[in-house]
């Protein structure tokens, strides 16, 4: 069986492959797409250590090419603890895999902007969606499921989202897995304009949205499984102290107590004190 760093690796150039295939006018390979999609789903069968794994190999690969992939294990992980079919799960992964494809066409100088981008370039930014669900619509490769996924990804509850500002329900069951899941990953990477975030603060911006722009029953699923991979972890605070979770506080499962050597931190109560490192 493949180690975890092979499969990520092999997702890594499956990503790369579309990604310059769509830059350079290639036939696209979808094969190699679909056999990765499927050694995804049979890796993650027995595998309960994603949130660790990932962590050690986050920021390794360039995001444009690690954020999907990193987006595909999460969105399994989400889809098995909502119980969905190993059926659907393989569509899962595939859109997720996917689901930013349409940046392929979007020139790098945008992508990888440090400032802020202006009104027209965040438009451009915005049809990434639309982008690769036009490019993979016609290949009759893929599942009406992962296309919706793909196209409704950046969708929100509330109607806020795009690229055609649709809300609730009418939002595939995919796009708002993926939704949360690229919001979590966004957070915790490194990207040109913004430094990498805690698993922590990623789950307190996905609690925040629970109730209005992300789908609360897939959130709390997400908040309740996730936040109990960090019980037991190494994590740096704010005073520079390092420190273990011991325990996850239930009615602010982000703010844990850690013990450090003979002294305890109840960041529930301590609310000067932060983490600002997963170790």
């Known amino acids: ?54 962590n050690n190999v986050h920021n390794k690969f360039p995001y444009l090419y690690s954020h999907p992939v990193n987006v595909a294990f999460l969105s399994y992980e989400i889809g098995k603890w909502i119980n969905l079919r190993q059926e659907e799960l393989y569509h899962l992964v595939c859109a997720a895999l996917l689901h930013d494809i349409g940046k392929a066409k979007i020139r790098d100088s945008l992508l990888n902007k440090s400032e ?8 451009i930014m915005r049809t990434h969606s639309i982008i690769g669900y036009r490019l993979l619509e016609n290949t009759n490769l893929l599942d009406s499921t992962v296309l919706y996924g793909i196209l409704h990804h950046h969708e929100r509850m509330d109607g806020s989202g795009y690229p055609l500002g649709i809300k609730g329900d009418k939002i595939s069951l995919f796009g708002r897995i993926i939704a949360i899941a690229d919001v979590f990953d966004a ?49 740096r605070l704010s005073n520079e102290q390092v420190g273990e979770v011991i325990y996850i506080n239930q009615g602010e499962k982000t703010k844990p107590l850690i013990r450090c050597e003979n002294e305890f931190h109840n960041l529930s109560k301590e609310r000067n004190l932060v983490i600002v490192e997963v170790l």
Do not use: W
Request: include cysteine; hydrophobic fraction near 35%.
């Open 187 to 235: 957070v915790t990477s490194t990207k040109a304009y913004q430094t990498k975030s805690t698993p922590f603060k990623a789950v307190e911006e996905i609690l925040d949205s629970a109730y209005g722009t992300l789908d609360p029953y897939i959130c709390q699923v997400f908040v309740n499984h996730s936040i109990n991979y960090y019980y037991g972890c190494n994590v």
């Open 116 to 123: 802020k981008l202006n009104d027209k370039e965040m438009e």
């Open 1 to 54: 069986m493949l180690k975890f760093e092979e499969l990520y690796q092999l997702a890594i150039r499956a990503a790369h492959y579309m990604v310059e295939d769509i830059r350079f006018s290639r036939e696209m390979n979808l094969e190699l797409t679909l056999t990765c999609v499927d050694q995804i789903c049979q890796y993650f069968k027995s595998y309960n250590n994603i949130f660790a794994s990932l």
